[in-house]
């Protein structure tokens, strides 16, 4: 059987990261699962970039479409800490 454990999305790691370096902004999402579902959230408003190689990925990008995507990426992410920040809150009303 082929092995596709190389190939991933360009756009997991670095939301990943942006949710980690955001997070401190949004004291009242800071569980673990709270984090995951910001990620899910951001991660779904993206579209998938495949990749095997992150060297691979950036040789093939302008800068333009490089700044682009991170700034589609922070939109996703602000987008997704807001949602669920304001799920969390409808939840506790209840």
């Known amino acids: 059987m082929t092995d596709f454990s190389s190939l991933y999305n360009h756009h997991e790691r670095e939301v ?14 800071s569980s673990n699962d709270l984090l995951v579902d910001v ?11 495949y990749i095997r190689h992150e060297v691979d990925f950036s040789f093939y990008l302008t800068e333009h479409e490089r700044l682009e995507i ?5 939109e996703a992410v602000t987008y997704a800490f807001n949602f669920v920040q304001a799920r969390t809150a409808l939840r506790a009303r209840r």
């Not at 949710?19 to 999402?29: E, G, K, S, Y």
């Open 39 to 49: 990620a899910c959230v951001a991660l779904n408003r993206l579209p998938p970039r």
């Open 16 to 29: 990943f990261n942006a949710v980690a370096t955001v997070a401190p902004q949004f004291p009242a999402i």
């Open 70 to 74: 991170d700034a589609a990426i922070s």
